[in-house]
């Protein structure tokens, strides 16, 4: 039974890359217009229903088809390629308020039929396919949330209950023919799991192949989270199992609002991306006040940025609405999805966690476990879930970063059990924000579990112990329910103990996973059993040995999976000796996860430092590790002896309070120890001498602590849940310290106001204002802290928003706080994507303030790479605390910002050069994927300027001295080898430098003497032409036309050839490939643009000039003239180009700029040069010399290899476009080389010899 409408999902997926489809609107706007009473929703065939009807939307399909009909019909005819059925209501769950549990599949099936002919009504008269969806609405109950504030376990639905629901309801759909399936408005995502559980169900049965399907969630404020707190990011983590062919965001919020978050899903989805925002926000009456222009706007917004594939309406919008939309989109293309590499492990709590090759060692917090927590066993088994409860949210606090939930006790209902605790965690969201490992050897208790987390967890375990059907069957629920899994190396012969076997039966594992159920890999979790060591068994020796062998071999072999294990099994022979089991743990985990190993079951935050074992012990644990000492367990036993019973720590000892109170705190730090550390900082702030100030206390001794915290932290010898116990003593110390600060601003501000009583307010106060924030989707916040309390310590008014702040609270508080700088920290890799997604906004909301990165994960190359090149303003990487006072007075002083913004800017690029060229491999798009990602330009609103006049005007003899006015000296220094280091880059800050300041400043002088001379004799002469053309764009070239008669004839004068980039973007980039045909509008625009071209030269007499030093054996004055005349050309070329936008093309008559901001290009339009970066063919500039007849104009000549003469000349031509835009194109494939030589009409060996710099390939 497929869908009338033969291949939908092939004509879709081919569809949705050619342009952007349209949904329809809201069905109750519609419904609600036609004031309906209750005889009206119950019809005759219903007037003697036992409940009342009226508000029973759904209910309209059986008792007003027409009406129905007709709004389906309008909304399709507006534009609407989509109408949704009328269904979103059409369970029996949320029926059963109208007692029409048992007209739920009537409904959907008549509802079906209605829309699908309709679709087919319009198809056939518009000649456009439309399609029928099939609206499965989110219920009126939920998974997640209890309808008990006194009962949060409590739930009034089951899983499975639901499930049947919308299976039932799909039913009905798809045999009333509908084309794709919607799962829409989600606020709860367990709701939607188990729509997608009931989904799969019934594609399984052979007579209802799959149909594509969208998902479409609800954001409800500017959290960015749903109803039940997930969010966007980990919601979609949570429901991509179910393969939606589209996924995106619905209802709750206007276009402006859900923006953040419709951008935030395409950034981290490979599919297509749906959003229909309602008609902006509620009024006070619950009406939409948004008309359709200013609703269209804003989705049109979307579209030029390159975020949507499906857009339409929700609540509040119309026909009217919907076809605005559509007119609006037209121009764009669709958002192009990004290829992913697969790489990464992705799981979610409420927040979503990115496991990839370069994550750091994820902890599994084990006490959540009866077997293994006696005190959580006893709560659990004398019903104190509650209390159970604060047992998980303890191992969240340690630095577990996901949960291990396990209820295997011979005396528990295992089922109940699980059911009611999960429940439970799903109340608290500090504890379900990780993602939980569901934990049994019964697969009916991790069944329970995955019904209550809406999350994407981990199922622990399934292995071949019972054959491969029932492994393979297993698999396929925990697949269907979207969790990862945990594979144990067992077989039907036993448990795996030597390496051959454990990799022989991981492999046969992988196998059967990938191959017969196209399972993930990222999601196969491999534990190879870690086993107890030191037994007294000989054979139990290697089983340390084996297990890091054998994770070392499946992570080498197996490609995508990661590996895990039960840490406590390793040391069980020593059990009641805690200090030796702990040390144990830490030197097995130390080699494993340099093995490879991905995560542990671990007693979160309860593991030693590597480092910090006593030689004694840590000797014994890696003999006994490695098998090295036949006497090692004796040895270790006879050492445990010497303990307490139980001891945490090998001898305590206080030992090293005797040393200098420097020493003492960074040992508090390093051991987590927050005893002693208000003590010792306390002695610390006494020291006068050393220390004057409170603040000298944070930037000396702490900060060299934390220091020490984060070498061993990046050597792998400390753990996230070590780290974090080290930040909170920190904390602790800088708690002591902040109110002797504050008192010390109090007292500076007391000393001000004596001076001058009214020049105190709270602006003036201040040296200037910082907004700070740990960005979204991050929680450690000690590295910020540290920072804000050092810049508040120098007089900066520092506004912290804390910690997983959402990028649109970062902007708006900057705004209205009136902000000189945003500052963003982040400790986690994925926050370095976060902060790519702000430098970005940053940009596209025209934002200026400078933009600082920090954090353990930042770099100056991260920020330099990745970050800076998305923000035109000062974005620069600070290093630690230490450097952010530095940073933020430099950039808020107007003498000193213009140089470290240029410094770091020069720095950055000589990074980002690095960078690139120390890359050996790089990647490239064809020719055909890269005009795809072209950048999308709204020629519709887009109005050429006509320029003064076309054809050509030479400028002869022109004036030396206006010219010496626009003279760049940077590059003149260059030529003599003389730089400066900052402060004292660039000109006239040269002049300060101690190496180079003084001979700078003398060859500056003789340059000037030398031009006063060349100025006042007329030594040189300046020639140049430009010439303005009527132009449209053909694909990637320009075709160039005499005047508009020819652009009305058809007649072109020639073309010029463009050159595209194909260097592969980042995944998450958005950026477009770019090539000079962008800028121009194409022909199929109906639009006539223009296009300039100009030469100069200041090099008329360099030959005779210096041929007269030449006599007098003057090398000096020979490169100096060359030098001189060179800047004279240089500034030719900008003089020249400043009028062009200023008159003789006039597209920028208003601007006023400074000499410095020309050089900086701060002007609108680009003057780009063939034989340069953004077009590096230099036989493009024979087309230029030919139609503005250079040569015989001005005498600036070309020479065989395409140099110009007099060799101080500039030429290239003029864009006037105001998103044009200097780029390079960089390396090029043979596809995009054969297709320029056929469009050029060349030889292919010309092409490339021209081209060789460029080629990505070796010519035959």
């Known amino acids: 039974m497929r869908s009338p409408q033969g291949d939908t999902a092939a004509y879709l997926e081919a569809t949705l890359k050619e342009r952007i489809m349209v949904f329809d609107g809201a069905m109750g706007t519609m419904i609600q217009k036609h004031r309906l009473e209750e005889e009206d929703f119950r019809g005759e065939e219903f007037k003697d229903h036992s409940k ?131 799962v829409e408005t989600i606020f709860d995502t367990l709701n939607a799991k188990a729509a997608l559980f009931a989904l799969d169900e019934l594609f399984l049965e052979p007579d209802y192949p799959p149909l594509p399907i969208f998902i479409s ?109 559509a007119e609006a989109v037209r121009p764009y293309s669709p958002r192009a999805c990004p290829q992913f590499a697969n790489d990464e492990c992705l799981l979610s709590g409420l927040e979503p966690m990115r496991l990839g090759p370069n994550s750091l060692f994820v902890n599994i917090g084990e006490r959540c476990n009866v077997a293994g927590s006696r005190r959580f066993a006893r709560l659990v088994t004398s019903g104190k879930y509650e209390e159970a409860l604060s047992v998980a949210k303890l191992q969240v606090e340690n630095g577990a970063q996901v949960l291990d939930i396990n209820m295997d006790e011979g005396m528990l209902d295992g089922v109940a059990a699980m059911t009611r605790f999960v429940n439970l965690v799903s109340s608290e969201p500090e504890v379900c924000k990780v993602p939980l490992c569901i934990d049994s050897s019964k697969f009916s208790v991790v069944e329970a579990g995955l019904q209550c987390t809406q999350g994407k967890c981990i199922v622990n375990s399934i292995s071949l112990k019972e054959g491969e059907e029932e492994f393979l069957q297993r698999a396929a629920v925990v697949k269907r329910y979207g969790a990862a899994v945990v594979v144990m190396a067992f077989d039907e012969v036993g448990q795996a103990t030597s390496i051959e076997d454990k990799v022989k039966i991981c492999t046969r594992s992988y196998r059967l996973l990938v191959d017969k159920l196209n399972f993930n890999p990222n999601d196969i979790i491999f534990d190879t059993n870690i086993l107890t060591i030191a037994t007294g068994i000989e054979e139990h020796n ?37 200090a030796v089991r702990e040390a144990m743990h830490s030197v097995f985990l130390f080699h494993s996860i340099k093995a490879g190993l991905d995560m542990a079951i671990v007693n979160a935050g309860n593991l030693p430092v590597y480092d910090d074992i006593p030689k004694e012990l840590l000797e014994m644990c890696e003999n006994l590790l490695w098998d090295k000492d036949p006497n090692g367990t004796e040895k270790l036993l006879e050492y445990a002896q ?40 306390t002695e610390a702030h006494k020291c006068q001498e050393k220390y004057p100030r409170p603040l000298n206390v944070i930037e000396g001794p702490l900060m060299n602590g934390m220091s020490t915290v984060g070498d061993l932290f990046g050597a792998g010898k400390m753990f996230l849940p070590q780290v974090i116990k080290s930040a909170r003593v920190m904390k602790k110390a800088v708690g002591y310290l902040i109110p002797f600060m504050e008192q ?37 916040d000690i590295g910020k802290n540290i920072v804000a309390v050092v810049l508040g310590c120098n007089n900066y008014r520092v506004v912290d928003l804390g910690v997983m702040t959402p990028c649109d609270k970062i902007l708006q508080t900057a705004i209205e706080v009136k902000a000189d700088i945003i500052g963003l920290s982040g400790l986690i890799t994925p926050s370095l994507d976060e902060m790519i997604h702000v430098a970005k906004e940053m940009e596209r909301t025209g934002m200026k303030l400078p933009l600082l990165i920090g954090g353990a994960t930042t770099s100056r190359t991260h920020t330099a790479v990745k970050i800076a090149p998305r923000y035109k303003s000062p974005c620069i990487h600070v290093l630690d605390a230490s450097k952010s006072v530095v940073v933020v007075s430099s950039l808020l002083d107007e003498v000193s910002r213009e140089e470290l913004i240029e410094d770091v800017a020069e720095d950055y690029e000589d990074i980002r050069q690095d960078y690139y060229d120390s890359l050996t491999e790089r990647r490239f798009v064809s020719l055909e994927k890269a ?79 030398l031009l006063d001379r060349i100025v006042d004799q007329k030594l040189l002469t300046a020639r140049g032409i430009a010439g303005f053309y009527p132009a449209q764009t053909d694909g990637d070239d320009i075709v160039i036309y005499k005047d508009l008669n020819a652009v009305n004839a058809g007649t072109p004068l020639t073309r010029l050839y463009g050159l595209r980039q194909q260097l592969e973007k980042e995944a998450a980039s958005i950026e477009p490939y770019y ?46 003239t060359k030098a001189v005349a060179d800047r004279l050309a240089e500034a030719f070329a900008e003089e020249l180009h400043m009028r062009v936008r200023q008159d003789l093309w006039g597209y920028s008559q208003d601007e006023k700029l400074s000499t410095d901001d020309l050089l900086k290009i701060k002007y609108d339009g680009i003057r780009p040069a063939p034989g340069y970066p953004s077009q590096p063919d230099h036989l493009e500039k024979r087309t230029m010399w030919k139609i503005m007849d250079v040569f015989n104009k001005t005498g600036i000549e070309l020479t065989e290899s395409l140099a110009m003469m007099p060799a101080a000349s500039v030429s290239g031509l003029y864009f006037a476009h105001p998103k044009s835009t200097y780029f390079a194109v960089g390396k090029i494939q043979q596809d995009q080389v054969s297709e320029y030589t056929e469009r050029k009409g060349e030889s292919l060996s010309v092409i490339e010899r021209w081209l060789s710099p460029v080629l990505a390939y070796e010519p035959a």
Not at 301 to 316: K, R
Not at 749 to 763: K, S
Request: hydrophobic share 35%; aromatic share 10%.
């Open 52 to 182: 009342p009807l009226k508000g029973n939307n759904d209910f309209l399909t059986l008792s007003q088809p027409e009406i129905i009909k007709d709004i389906h019909r309008q909304y399709l005819m507006a534009g609407a390629d989509f109408t949704e059925t009328n269904t979103f209501s059409g369970t029996t769950v949320a029926q059963a308020d109208y007692a029409c549990e048992h007209l739920v599949y009537r409904m959907n099936k008549e509802s079906a039929e209605l829309a699908v002919a309709v679709c087919n009504e319009v198809t056939e008269a518009t000649g456009v396919r439309r399609f029928a969806a099939g609206a499965i609405g989110p219920t009126n109950r939920t998974l997640s949330i209890s309808p008990s504030v006194e009962k949060p376990e409590f739930r009034n639905i089951t899983f499975t209950e639901l499930s049947a629901a919308y299976k039932e309801q799909a039913r009905a759909l798809y045999d009333g023919g509908i084309h794709i399936m919607l």
């Open 217 to 325: 969630g609800t954001i409800v404020d500017k959290s960015g989270r749903t109803l039940s707190g997930q969010t966007g990011e980990g919601f979609l983590i949570s429901v991509t199992h179910s393969n939606p062919m589209c996924i995106g965001l619905n209802c709750a919020l206007g276009a402006p609002e859900m923006r953040p978050f419709i951008e935030n899903i395409g950034l981290h989805t490979d599919r297509f991306v749906i959003c229909y925002p309602n008609a902006g926000l509620p009024n006070a009456m619950g009406d939409y006040d948004e008309t359709p222009a200013i609703t269209a706007s804003h989705i049109r917004d979307f579209a030029e940025a390159g975020l949507v594939n499906i857009v339409g309406g929700c609540c509040g919008t119309t026909p009217a609405h919907i076809k605005a939309i």
């Open 542 to 578: 290697e089983y340390g040995i084996n297990f890091i062998e054998a994770v070392r071999t499946i992570k080498e072999t197996l490609p995508h999976c990661r590996t895990s294990g039960g840490l406590s099994n390793f040391s069980f022979s020593f059990r009641g000796m805690e």
């Open 642 to 681: 010497t303990m307490k019973a139980g001891a945490k720590k090998a001898g305590p000892t206080d030992e090293w309070r005797s040393k200098t109170v420097e020493e003492r705190l960074e040992y508090s730090l390093v051991k987590g120890i927050d005893k002693y550390v208000v003590e010792d900082t």
């Open 744 to 780: 010390e601003k109090l007292d500076r501000l007391n000393e001000l106001r004596e001076t001058d009583p009214t020049a105190v307010d709270e602006g003036s106060m201040y040296a200037g204002t910082v907004v700070m924030a740990t960005v979204k989707g991050d929680v450690h």
């Open 931 to 1009: 005009r795809e990602k072209a950048p999308k330009m709204d020629w519709a609103s887009f109005q050429p300027v006509t320029p003064t006049y076309c054809g050509t005007r030479v400028f002869d003899d022109y004036d030396l001295s206006v010219l010496r006015k626009f003279i760049d000296w940077k590059p003149f220094f260059d030529v003599w080898q003389l730089r400066g280091k900052y402060p004292n880059r660039g000109f006239p800050k040269i002049f300060n430098d101690k190496d180079v300041g003084v001979e700078a400043k003398k060859v500056y002088e003789e340059a000037n003497a």
């Open 1075 to 1120: 090539c000079l045909s962008d800028f121009i509008a194409p022909a199929s625009s109906g639009k006539v643009d223009y296009i300039g071209m100009f030469a100069v030269s200041a090099g008329f007499g360099v030959t005779e000039l210096c041929d007269e030093f030449k006599k007098e054996m003057d090398d000096y004055n020979v490169i100096m």
